[in-house]
């Protein structure tokens, strides 16, 4: 299969990510859909470490799992924190700070 | 001897320096040091004219610089003194009147608690005087030009507490002010046109200017000389300056500020004689405020505002025959000085009446007064010959020689001219004869004296208010000076026109030629006879057969008119106060509304566009992500558009 | 090529015999800062583990300020020693630059925290908990806020001494972030100071709703911006077959002798390069807060503890400023065609709206929040000159505005309620009156925000303004000007409400701090006054380091 | 190196300020003499500058002092000065002793509030810090210098307006502070634009030089240098674009119409002795500026603008006359007065005459004098009844008559009567205009006549008529006062009959400027036979 399909589909992916986030409230699908954007440009990474015929690609992919992993651990310890004191997870609740 | 001229200004100046920063310390003596500099002065003005007098007739100028003023550039600005035949009749004129009329004052002023001030600022006159007719440039003459002016307003408000005095004096100077800026553009030309201002190189190189550029610097000239002689269209101060104690009046608004236009015209004849046009519009000032000024003098019952119309009359001869070229110079002059005599002697009498009247001016409140104050009346009664013209007095010489001179201007000019300055004798006779006739004839009119005036206003009222006044004849510092002016108005004139010594004595200055009348010397002279006759008989059956009404009839439309200043006053009222008004209270509106409004809407406009843009900050994180999205999409296109393009 | 290319010809030549794995190349010595920060992070990690309670506060401060002290030590010895220019060069194979703005950049980082380690440490603005002086962060951070588990924690008297390691973190990440030499590098060094700054945010001991949705806020959107900028990062190494900014600048610029047919291909494809480089200066242009990526900066400004906002207005926009002026100096000047009107655009939009918006303002801290904008704003516009008097301004302006920043935040501790931090502006009502001395301290950094001759702020903004016009782009200084002229506005605004105010009975008082947010305070001042009159010798500096290593 | 006398000047002022500042809370008084012991040490140091100068000497700037200062800005810490400099610092050295003497009581605490309020030190503080910026704007010959003080002083001049006011008067505590501090702010933002829009102006500059000439410079000589040497020449519209910069600045700080707008709010509200401080120093700047900077920097471009400026001025002169008319307010009243002042001394520097100049120059220093004698006596008068409106007095004259004639002499200054030192000015720049654009000089002279308009409707409103209830208990002067008029109306007879000491040094100044422009005086049109006047007897001497 030619390669580029698979960049249309990390480009389709990472769209989907970004849309999940500007459309969805609860904070926790939010951040999944970061999750899922941090994905898509794993696929493009592998996708391009393919056809330039390098690792560098297949590498940063690794690494990239790991700031998401870390991202998880902040990202989930501050939800929850705030889901506690304010027993919502969606982030329009959240509105204290503004204009 | 030339530095005795400096000491003619320096003498008064010190004068007003002592008298008004010296404090309290010298309210008992100040008024005497005041007299007695003003004395000085009039010594050292005889000095010198005797010693002009030893010299031939060409060589009587007499000139002293005394330091650079403002060197800039080309313009170079001295302090210098020019004393010459014109300027030494000045002089003699100024100090002399001036020094009797701070004797005068002496005892007029006797009971005003300010009378130190009231030196101080008669002194500052002198010097200012002084300066403007010894100045050998026109910059140092504006000075004195506006020293007058300042002199001026300071004594017609010298009764600060009088809204009206003090209203009179602003008038006065802003009106002077408009003609000193037709004195200072008139400079302005000079400097442009020559490089300098200064009385010699101008006037000598005047014939080497356009006509159209002489004609400019008349005009201004002229408005100048129109703002400082009371002459239409800026006459209206004069009849309110009138509002200032009586020894100013005769002093500053009859014998010798007023006269300043006059000086200023003849000392720039070589201009007038360039610009045709000018010496028009001069001579048909001169004649319009002649009869402007003696209509006006016919329809006042306020003695000193009758004068004033006289006075404005008066100098509308003088103006006339200033422009009639030097044809007339001479006679303008010494209509000036006869003037000066019988208009000061008038004034005093005037105030000697107020005097003894509790301050009333109304002449309809007067009546038979001639047995009470027989010093006076005998004074009041020569100025009053003089002054109609009556032959042998002083004015009938100067006068006659105008209406020639007039005549003289040939054509229809010449009549028109001639007619104006004689139907302007008929009127004179008429209002002069009205004064006196109801001043000093006629059966008593007197009324109680008016409630008391304000603590320390003029000289205080005697008497309680609600009697009626016990005219007396005044103290003798005040008939003495009286009776000297009467003398001079009596004499002067025949005097001046002995072996036509005035003439010869000005013309090396002024020029001189001889008219060249259509009509004989002795027509004119015959006509004025009779136009006296008639107006002092017309008078008299108004006045003198008929008792005088106490309250004012109301008289014809004319009449009306003359009593409100031919309506000029509102006139100027209603065009330019009104207008004015309306101007500045729309301006102060439009720097608020629209100057600072533009300003303060832009300040609000900015402040607006933040409070909506600050709407966007809705603390809603995901509407901050749509934020960041659009913000990379369009990031993202315009790099790729930047590409395409 | 580096490491990545190494790791290649492991995995193709796998039948070949094992040879010994080369080790990599690391300058040690030359990323000393890096490594004696991270080091002092992971010993105060083992302090938190190991120390008593009761020592550890001590322990923590000594421990940090020593540790960015030898680092600070080290930056200097690296720039004396010649680093800055003569030796300026990549560093571990390819991934770090030690170079001039890097050492620059680095030295106002550890600067700037080490001040920032003064505000942190503060104990004597809250009242004492049982005797025990308390801090301004959370005693117990997962506590319900208003919760039994909080007061309990309160009445303990915990503290939570994390911060000073999570601190030491941020410092690391944000000294490789301005010399990250390759993108990996960068996305890396971004999320390493960014994770622990979502973390400090959360923190605050008073009005912890706000610090938790300023935490949320902050995170949330930092991640979405970092996955941009990671679909960037990924979409340039398909354009240039490589992360490292030599070799993707080479593939720009034209300069690779003999591509290979994949690289041929992408390179053609320029909608890569663009759409690439453009997501990822996305994601540093919202680390800078430029507008519209902004949005984030006056919510978590004002929610998060005072100390933290003071360091990370400072701080990140140092670093952040860094890698922009990196990337776009060293990565993409073949393509400053292409990006110059957009960052044109940005700047120009960045001066306008932070100064406009902030004028209707009513919270000091937002109020701050949306001056960095619009000083952002003028930062970009000394980017944009490319030319090296472009960088030393640009790295001049953002020591000389660290510091304001820091100081006029630590002056916004000081005034305190019973609510804690009296933020709101109608609070600050005729506190000249009161205290004058800390409203002209406050007074000094709004002017030198504003610009006024004779602050720092006016030699930053001059240099930057002279760079961008030599540049050719007045019309950004004429935009830039008039901007100023609007934010100098709501400077004034607060100096009025200070002084010309009556004070109100109600007002917050002025607290006595101890000597460490003193100290922080005066040296902002002094840096303030003296970059102001004198600023040669800083700017000679900054000149000197403006050349980046390729 | 010589004594850096110029540096000094400046100095003293400076350490007088921290020095003021530093004296304790309580002891109000000894702050006081503090601040006026300094005040008069600079004044001694600018008689010496008067003394050292020497009008004909060679080169355009004496006393001068070099030294590097921000070498990437291209900035060197350049002073020196000419005789309109020189004039001018005279000017500040004397007034400001007046002006602290008559704020004697301006800045006393109506209670001690707290002891760490002292409002006294500051005030006085704050007025030589002013000082001391001012005079290094006067002595600064690079343009960057010149900038970073002409801005600098706006913060020191925007704490005395919005710090210091009148004693409320019927308004009330409340809406007065709001009003003073909305004055303060239109100062500040008005005039920090102005500057801002200079800025980007003197960022222009310095691109030009660091082009064209390698390497960037601001100083004033170099520059000017630099252009007769032709090694560097501005491109017309890069020209004009830095003349509008830089004129804009100094037209908000004259302040020249339509940006006027601040300075009646500023001076209505700030104290009398502040509002002098503004229109009699700190506005001279401006001015100053147009003719030091302006007209040297870019001398094509100023032609170009010149008949555009003469017709602001020209509206300025009569708007801020009609608008002095009609205040109902002392102060706003000045203000506006001084907008028309402002108005000629702009058409003098514009007129390109030497006359215009130098009678320019004489203006700013006359204007100085007679507003601040006219202010400082307004401010006696409305501290003595506690009201600004010219409806609440009346009468005067009779219960103080000292005051009264002192208003009455500083008011005849201001509308430039022959005798005092303004009307050498006002005819001098009269004269230059008229000899260039008689139609312009023409219509400015009406200039006079509502000068007389305002001046005397105010002295007949407040000062005569029959006294009034609140008034008749006022005292006159008392000696403090009279010490600040006194000396002041003395000078202003002095350089109205003797203004020589003064057109001797301003002279070569404004020639060189001319030179500078490429201008010489019209020649008269009937050039007759040059008279031997004084002048050129002094000079063959």
């Known amino acids: 299969m030619n390669p580029v399909n698979y960049l249309y589909l990390a480009a389709l992916l990472f769209t989907v990510g970004a849309a999940g986030v500007l459309i969805r409230r609860n904070a926790i699908v939010l951040f999944m859909c970061i999750e899922l954007m941090l994905n898509a440009c794993n696929l493009a990474f592998v996708t391009f470490s393919r056809m330039h015929g390098n690792l560098d690609g297949q590498v940063i992919a690794f690494f990239t799992m790991v700031v998401a992993a870390a991202e998880v651990v902040i990202g989930l310890a501050i939800i929850v924190t705030i889901f506690r004191s304010r027993h919502s997870a969606s982030v329009d609740d959240s509105g204290l700070l503004k204009l | 001897m030339e530095n005795l001229i400096g000491l003619l200004v320096l003498a008064p100046l010190l004068g007003a320096a002592v008298l008004l920063c010296g404090g309290r310390r010298l309210d008992r003596a100040g008024h005497w040091v005041g007299t007695l500099l003003a004395a000085v002065s009039f010594v050292i003005g005889v000095v010198l004219f005797a010693y002009l007098l030893g010299r031939s007739g060409d060589d009587r100028e007499l000139g002293v610089t005394v330091f650079s003023w403002v060197p800039v550039g080309g313009f170079r600005a001295d302090v210098g003194f020019q004393l010459d035949q014109l300027s030494m009749t000045f002089v003699l004129l100024i100090t002399g009147v001036g020094s009797l009329i701070h004797l005068y004052s002496v005892g007029y002023m006797a009971h005003d608690e300010r009378r130190r001030r009231f030196f101080g600022y008669l002194n500052l006159f002198l010097a200012a005087m002084l300066l403007l007719v010894l100045a050998d440039n026109y910059l140092l003459l504006y000075v004195g030009w506006e020293g007058v002016g300042l002199a001026s307003f300071l004594l017609i408000g010298f009764w600060q507490h009088k809204p009206s005095a003090a209203t009179a004096a602003k008038k006065a100077f802003l009106v002077n002010r408009v003609g000193d800026m037709g004195l200072s553009i008139a400079i302005m030309l000079m400097f442009t046109t020559f490089g300098t201002f200064a009385f010699g190189p101008v006037l000598g190189g005047a014939d080497g200017a356009g006509e159209g550029r002489l004609t400019a610097i008349g005009l201004m000239l002229l408005l100048a000389a129109c703002g400082k002689s009371a002459q239409v269209p800026l006459q209206s101060w004069l009849g309110d300056a009138m509002e200032g104690p009586t020894p100013v009046s005769a002093l500053i608004h009859a014998a010798t500020m007023v006269t300043a236009g006059v000086y200023l015209i003849v000392r720039s004849g070589a201009i007038f004689e360039g610009a045709p046009d000018a010496q028009t519009a001069v001579v048909t000032v001169g004649a319009v405020t002649l009869l402007f000024g003696a209509i006006v003098g016919c329809a006042k019952d306020d003695i000193k505002k009758a004068l004033a119309g006289s006075t404005m009359s008066q100098i509308g001869y003088m103006i006339l025959a200033a422009g009639l070229g030097p044809v007339g110079y001479v006679f303008a002059i010494m209509h000036l000085v006869t003037h000066g005599f019988f208009k000061a002697g008038l004034f005093l009498g005037a105030g000697s009446v107020m005097h003894a009247m509790d301050d009333e001016v109304d002449m309809r409140h007067y009546g038979g007064l001639r047995t009470y104050m027989p010093i006076t009346f005998v004074t009041f009664g020569l100025g009053y010959l003089a002054i109609i013209g009556f032959p042998g007095l002083s004015g009938f010489f100067s006068k006659d020689k105008i209406i020639e001179a007039a005549f003289a201007k040939g054509g229809t000019e010449g009549w028109i001219l001639g007619g104006a300055a004689l139907l302007g004798a008929a009127i004179t006779a008429y209002y002069m004869t009205r004064v006196m006739l109801m001043t000093f004839f006629g059966e008593k009119r007197w009324q109680p004296a008016p409630s008391p005036a304000e603590p320390g206003a003029e000289p205080a009222a005697a008497h309680g208010a609600g009697e009626l006044p016990h005219p007396h004849e005044a103290p003798r510092t005040m008939t003495v000076p009286m009776i000297v002016l009467a003398v001079g108005s009596v004499f002067a004139g025949g005097l001046f026109t002995v072996n036509n010594a005035f003439v010869k004595w000005l013309e090396p200055v002024t020029g001189h030629e001889e008219g060249h009348s259509p009509v004989s010397a002795l027509t004119v002279t015959a006509a004025t006879m009779a136009v006296l006759v008639v107006g002092v008989a017309l008078a008299w059956a108004q006045y003198g057969r008929r008792p005088v009404p106490v309250t004012a009839p109301r008289g014809s439309l004319l009449t009306r008119a003359a009593r409100r200043d031919l309506l000029q006053d509102d006139f100027n009222h209603v065009v330019l106060v009104r207008g004015g008004e309306h101007l500045t209270r729309s301006l102060v509106y439009v720097d608020h509304t629209v100057v600072d409004g533009v300003v303060n809407g832009t300040a609000a406009s900015v402040g607006g566009l933040s409070g909506r843009m600050r709407k966007l900050q809705n603390g809603y994180a995901r509407s901050y992500a749509v934020s960041m999205f659009g913000g990379a999409a369009v990031l993202i296109a315009a790099t790729l558009l930047m590409r395409a393009v | ?550 | 190196m010589s004594f850096p006398l110029l540096t000094l000047t400046a100095a003293v002022p400076a350490l007088g300020a921290v020095a003021t500042a530093a004296v304790p809370a309580a002891r109000r008084t000894a702050a006081k003499w503090t601040a006026l012991a300094f005040s008069l040490a600079t004044l001694v140091l600018a008689a010496v500058q008067l003394v050292r100068f020497a009008p004909g000497a060679k080169g355009p700037f004496q006393l001068t002092e070099s030294h590097a200062w921000i070498k990437d800005f291209g900035v060197r810490y350049e002073l020196g000065v000419d005789g309109i400099a020189v004039a001018l610092i005279a000017l500040t050295a004397v007034l400001v002793p007046f002006v602290i003497l008559a704020g004697w009581h301006d800045a006393d605490p109506l209670e001690t509030k707290s002891s760490r309020w002292r409002p006294t030190q500051g005030f006085f503080a704050l007025i030589l810090m002013v000082e001391a910026m001012v005079l290094i704007a006067f002595e600064a010959t690079d343009v960057f210098l010149f900038y970073i003080f002409f801005e600098a002083m706006l913060i020191p001049m925007y704490f005395l307006i919005g710090g210091f006011g009148d004693r409320a008067g019927e308004h009330g505590e409340a809406e007065t502070a709001a009003q003073r501090s909305y004055a303060a702010v239109k100062f500040l933002l008005y005039n920090l634009a102005g500057g801002l829009i200079m800025l980007a102006a003197v960022i222009g500059l310095y691109a030009v030089t660091a082009h064209q000439l390698g390497a960037g410079t601001f100083s004033l000589q170099e520059i000017t240098q630099a252009r007769a040497d032709g090694r560097l020449e501005f491109a017309t519209t890069t020209e004009r674009a830095l003349f509008l910069g830089f004129f804009f600045a100094f037209a908000v700080k004259a302040p020249l119409w339509p940006l006027h707008t601040w300075l009646p709010n500023a001076m209505g509200e700030a104290t009398a002795p502040v509002a002098v401080l503004i229109t009699a120093v700190v506005d001279k700047v401006g001015t100053f500026a147009m003719l030091r900077f302006c007209l040297q920097l870019f001398p094509e471009a100023s032609k170009w603008a010149t008949p555009a400026i003469l017709v602001l001025s020209l509206v300025s002169i009569l708007y801020g006359a009609l608008l002095a008319v009609g205040q109902r307010d002392i102060k706003r009243l000045i203000a506006y007065a001084s907008i028309s002042h402002f108005g000629f001394i702009i058409l003098g520097i514009f007129a390109m005459t030497t006359q215009g100049q130098s009678g320019a120059t004489l203006y700013m220093v006359n204007h100085g004098i007679s507003t601040a004698a006219l202010m400082l006596v307004a401010g006696f008068l409305i501290s003595r009844r506690g009201s600004r409106l010219i409806a609440d007095y009346g009468g005067v004259q009779k219960v103080a008559p000292v005051l009264a004639g002192t208003f009455l002499v500083s008011g005849l200054a201001t509308l430039s009567l022959p005798g005092l030192a303004p009307f050498v000015s006002e005819f001098l720049v009269l004269v230059g205009t008229f000899t260039r654009h008689p139609v312009i000089g023409g219509i400015a002279t009406l200039g006079i006549v509502l000068a007389a308009l305002y001046v005397l409707v105010l002295y007949q409103r407040t000062m005569t008529g029959p006294v009034r209830e609140q008034v008749r208990r006022m005292p006159d002067l008392r000696a403090r006062e009279l010490a600040v008029v006194a000396p002041l109306i003395a000078l202003l007879l002095f350089l109205g009959v003797y203004p020589k000491p003064l057109t001797k040094i301003v002279n070569p100044a404004v020639e060189h400027t001319m030179s500078q422009v490429h201008k010489t005086d019209p020649r008269p049109d009937v050039p007759v036979k040059a008279p031997v006047t004084a002048h050129d007897v002094e000079a063959a001497k």
């Open chain 3, 1 to 550: 090529m580096s490491h990545a290319a190494s790791v290649h010809s492991l995995w193709t030549l796998a039948a070949d015999a094992p040879k010994k794995i080369p080790g990599p190349h690391i300058e040690y010595a030359q990323l000393a800062p890096v490594l004696i920060v991270l080091g002092a992070a992971l010993l105060g990690v083992l302090v938190e583990a190991f120390l008593p309670r009761r020592a550890r506060y001590h322990a923590q401060v000594l421990l940090t300020v020593v540790g960015l002290a030898a680092a600070f030590a080290s930056v200097v010895a690296l720039a004396v020693g010649g680093y800055a220019h003569d030796k300026a060069h990549v560093a571990a194979m390819g991934a770090v630059a030690v170079d001039g703005p890097a050492l620059f950049l680095q030295g106002t980082v550890l600067l700037v925290g080490l001040v920032a380690v003064f505000t942190f440490a503060e104990r004597r603005l809250d009242p004492a908990v049982q005797g025990r002086p308390v801090d301004s962060f959370a005693a117990q951070a997962g506590a319900v806020p208003g919760g039994d588990a909080e007061q309990r924690a309160v009445m303990a008297g915990f503290v939570t001494t994390e911060v000073f390691p999570v601190l030491l973190f941020a410092i690391g990440g944000m000294l490789v972030f301005p010399a990250a030499n390759d993108l990996l590098t960068l996305f890396v060094a971004l999320e390493v100071f960014s994770l622990p700054l979502y973390v400090l945010c959360a923190l605050a001991r008073r009005q912890r709703l706000l610090s938790q949705e300023a935490a949320v806020k902050y995170f949330l959107l930092g991640a979405f911006s970092s996955a941009f900028l990671l679909f960037g990062v990924a979409l340039l190494y398909g354009y240039a077959g490589t992360v490292t900014y030599a070799g993707i600048a080479d593939v720009v610029s034209g300069n690779v002798q003999t591509p290979g047919p994949a690289l041929a291909d992408t390179m053609g494809n320029d909608a890569l390069l663009l759409v690439g480089g453009a997501m990822v200066l996305m994601g540093l242009l919202f680390k800078v807060g430029a507008v519209p990526f902004h949005m984030w900066t006056p919510d978590v400004y004002q929610g998060a503890p005072t100390p933290v906002t003071g360091f990370m207005a400072a701080a990140t926009k140092v670093a952040a400023f860094g890698a922009l002026l990196r990337l776009l100096y060293v990565v993409l000047p073949g393509m400053r065609w292409d990006w110059r009107p957009v960052m044109w655009g940005v700047a120009i939009v960045t001066m306008l709206v932070g100064a406009i918006v902030a004028v209707t303002q009513t919270d000091v801290k937002r109020l701050l929040a949306y001056s960095s904008i619009a000083h952002a704003g003028f930062i970009l516009a000394g980017v944009i000159a490319v030319s090296p008097a472009g960088v030393s301004s640009v790295l001049f302006y953002l020591a000389a505005y660290s510091f304001v920043t820091l100081g006029a935040f630590a002056v916004v501790t000081l005034v305190r309620d019973a609510g804690g931090e009296a933020t709101h502006l109608s609070k600050w009502a005729g506190l000249g009156r009161r205290s004058p001395l800390v409203a002209a301290v406050f007074a000094v950094f709004l002017l030198a925000f504003a610009g006024i001759p004779l602050t720092s702020g006016f030699a930053g903004k001059f240099a930057v303004f002279k760079a961008a016009a030599q540049g050719g782009a007045a019309p950004l200084v004429i935009i830039g000007v008039l901007s100023s002229a609007i934010a100098a506005f709501f400077y004034i605004r607060v100096i009025v409400l200070m002084f010309f105010s009556e004070p109100k009975a109600d007002g917050p008082t002025v607290a006595v701090p101890s000597p460490v947010t003193s100290v922080a305070i005066a040296l902002g001042v002094i840096v303030t006054v003296v970059l102001g009159v004198a600023p040669q010798y800083f700017l000679d500096l900054a000149g000197q380091a403006a050349v980046f290593a390729r």
